[in-house]
């Protein structure tokens, strides 16, 4: 119950704090408090609104923020563990972001390797066909 609650609010306000009326209406605000600096002749109480404002904005900010970038990313990785599982690639796969960075790197330098190797078979593939074609269309024209 709480964690819905959580979710569905943290959802609401990722979104809401992604608007650009939202940046329009944080501009104004500092707009508004600079503006207001010489009636209150820059006190520091007028200095230490800003900065406890935007400290507690910033703290809920970056939980909330959190919480939805990882909702995401374990959506995401669930959907790619799916899509592994029931395509032609490596099982293998399924759950490596939860290796190391160094393990990581090591798999996605594999990929590019074996990525490089195909990209080479098919350009080959592709120069013995033009060959044969090229050969073929000689042979007819004699």
Same mark, same amino acid.
């Given at each position: ?8 609010? #943290?959802?609401?306000? &990722?979104? !809401?704090?992604? =608007?650009?009326?939202?940046?329009? *209406?944080?501009?104004?605000? %500092? ?42 990313? #374990?959506?995401?990785? &669930?959907? !790619?563990?799916? =899509?592994?599982?029931?395509?032609? *690639?490596?099982?293998?796969? %399924? ?46 024209? &004699?």
């Amino acid at each position: 119950m709480i964690e819905k609650l959580f979710t569905r609010i #943290a959802n609401t306000v &990722a979104h !809401l704090a992604g =608007l650009p009326l939202t940046f329009a *209406a944080c501009c104004l605000i %500092i707009v508004a408090w600079a503006v207001t600096g010489p009636i209150f002749g820059f006190s520091d109480t007028w200095q230490l609104i800003i900065n406890t404002g935007t400290t507690i904005i910033t703290f809920l900010m970056v939980f909330l923020i959190q919480n939805t970038q990882n909702r995401d990313g #374990a959506a995401i990785q &669930a959907k !790619l563990d799916e =899509l592994i599982r029931v395509g032609r *690639a490596h099982n293998t796969f %399924i759950g490596i972001e939860h290796l190391t960075e160094s393990e990581v790197e090591e798999i996605r330098a594999k990929c590019e390797q074996a990525a490089k190797r195909h990209d080479r078979k098919i350009a080959d593939m592709a120069a013995k066909k033009a060959v044969a074609q090229k050969r073929g269309a000689k042979s007819q024209a &004699a």
